[in-house]
């Protein structure tokens, strides 16, 4: 019998992965400033809660109020979910070692009673490992952070990465890369054209997973889009064809009877598409994450 797998909910990206993530598993989203791993982690929880799943928000530095409003900047209704669906825990100068060895136990036993399916997210981690400069108790504190939230279900944690010159990958984030059950590295290129975003799948346990670098962007209201073809740049389109592409993809959801918050993603990213290239491309990757074929 086939593993049943929990959708990330970024588009695009469970083709590269396996089909999405394994149950109770954690993923570290691994990238230097700029690069959108909040948005992509955001996403992630927020297409859960969409699912009517639940999500619970770790975080080592900004507070709910400063996430809630950067994921409205982005189109993400959090505010409207907040101990609902989404909770948080804020841990911002706490004592890692003692939170993470006594009280975080305590609290998803508290919530594993209840049986409810929860998406995690840690953002960032990187506090974790700055909280030690030895190794060995940053592998155990890492460890059992991973290990005590995957009981409540899929856990997606950013890592910050600070890259010296001539390296690959930050040494910085090997750790946390080696202890996950899948990793994905983001790279940002400040000058260029439409796509100069790019993640490559590192890896996923237990499946196969793309080998390429893939181009991905973001459309406010719906999120990252990431594109599974070569980078090079999309043909330039009117206002008026963008209409057209958008009224049929409206008219087709809603002839398959998509659900109200895939319908509405299709009219946020039409309110919002500011890019000269046609969304042809990106209205297409949206049906097929939510399984829409006409």
Not at 120 to 129: H, R
Not at 180 to 202: C, M, Q, W
Request: proline letters at 5%.
């Amino acid at each position: 019998m086939t593993e049943p797998l929990v959708k990330s909910g970024i588009f695009g990206l469970d083709p590269l992965i396996g089909g999405g993530f394994r149950e109770k598993t954690a993923h570290v989203i691994v990238g230097s400033s700029g690069t959108g791993k909040t948005t992509f982690a955001m996403q992630f929880l927020m297409h859960g809660i969409d699912e009517g799943q639940q999500g619970l928000y770790v975080s080592l530095e900004e507070s709910p109020e400063q996430i809630i409003r950067e994921g409205e900047t982005m189109g993400f209704r959090m505010k409207d979910q907040v101990d609902k669906n989404l909770f948080f825990i804020h841990l911002k100068g706490k004592n890692f070692k003692k939170m993470i060895e006594e009280q975080l136990p305590a609290l998803v036993k508290a919530r594993s009673d209840y049986d409810i399916k929860t998406r995690v997210v840690i953002d960032p981690m990187t506090p974790v490992i700055w909280a030690t400069p030895d190794k060995l108790e940053q592998r155990e504190l890492i460890g059992k952070l991973f290990y005590t939230l995957k009981e409540l279900g899929v856990v997606v944690a950013t890592v910050e990465e600070h890259a010296k010159p001539g390296e690959t990958i930050g040494e910085d984030v090997l750790l946390p890369i080696y202890l996950s059950d899948g990793a994905i590295h983001l790279e940002y290129y400040p000058v260029g054209g439409a796509f100069n975003r790019t993640l490559k799948v590192l890896k996923v346990r237990g499946a196969h997973h793309g080998e390429g670098v893939y181009p991905y962007f973001f459309s406010r209201g719906v999120g990252v889009i990431v594109r599974a073809g070569p980078a090079e740049v999309a043909p330039e389109s009117t206002a008026k064809d963008h209409d057209a592409i958008f009224d049929r993809a409206q008219k087709t959801a809603e002839s398959l009877k998509a659900p109200p918050h895939v319908v509405a993603k299709i009219a946020a990213m039409r309110k919002n598409w500011d890019y000269t290239y046609s969304p042809q491309e990106a209205l297409q990757i949206l049906f097929e994450t939510y399984g829409l074929k006409s």
